[in-house]
């Protein structure tokens, strides 16, 4: 999943959802006052992209409710819908729809789905266009440091900062090796998946290999979480080989 976290309330749950269409390529405005041809209506998520010259429009209704989510409503949803022009509809919830509510979408452009499976719908594009291009750019500067192709300055500090800089490329060189797999170089070339998530649990990668990587990208389940701490240690680790670079004046 993009995030293994659930909203706090119903303005979380919107804002949730406009910053996972935003990061997927969206123009995206929460609270949307429009005019359609029945009169006024607020939308609670309004996305839109222009995909080769043409618009596509998106609007979300989003139900915090601790109970399914009845047919009436969906009805409503379906005229806005309808009426605002839009290409496709979604009811986010958290607890599901009543067996009317999904025989009332049926055959239509409304999609409902939990916070889990609009998630799903959007995860594909959103590592695409955010979680890929933002991990690449953020840390391409600990790949350099840690290729097997070691860079001129380092071969120019003092001989006592040699051991320093052997420690560093250790140190980050597992890290760095999961990292390229995420970025725009592997992906654009190899078209491989992403590492499962937590890493963990993954048969890939032995207890040994991860031992020096922080529990929270370890144990991280969902992709964002997982980016972010990522780029957390990743440009600490950055900062660590410029110290060494700074202090040698190379």
């Known amino acids: 999943m993009i995030t293994n976290t659930s909203p706090d309330n119903w303005k979380d749950l919107q804002n949730e ?57 969906i009805h409503g949803f379906r005229t806005i819908l309808s009426d605002t022009g839009a290409n496709k509809g979604y009811i986010i919830c958290l607890k599901g729809f009543q067996s009317g509510s999904v025989k009332a979408a049926n055959f239509t452009n409304l999609d409902l789905v939990t ?59 597992v890290f760095s090796i999961i990292v390229m797999s995420c970025t725009t170089y592997t992906q654009l070339f190899k078209r491989r998946e992403l590492p499962s998530l937590p890493l963990s649990k993954n048969d890939k990668y032995t207890q040994e290999a991860l031992e020096a ?29 410029r110290e060494v670079r700074a202090r040698n004046n190379v």
């Open 115 to 173: 916070w889990e499976e609009f998630q799903s719908a959007f995860c594909n594009s959103w590592i695409e266009n955010y979680f890929i291009p933002t991990i690449t750019e953020e840390l391409d500067p600990l790949l350099g440091y840690t290729e097997p192709l070691v860079q001129k300055w380092m071969c120019e500090v003092p001989d006592h900062e040699i051991e320093t800089i052997k420690g560093l490329r250790e140190k980050y060189l």
């Open 17 to 73: 959802v406009g910053e996972i269409l935003s990061q997927c390529g969206f123009t995206v405005e929460v609270e949307k006052k429009v005019t359609t041809a029945r009169g006024k209506a607020e939308l609670d998520v309004y996305a839109e992209e222009i995909v080769k010259g043409r618009k596509y429009t998106i609007i979300c209704e989003c139900k915090f409710w601790k109970s399914k989510i009845p047919q009436s409503i």
């Open 213 to 241: 990587l922080p529990a929270e990208i370890k144990d991280a389940v969902g992709y964002r979480e997982f980016l972010n701490e990522c780029i957390k240690y990743g440009k600490n680790g950055i900062n660590e080989f």
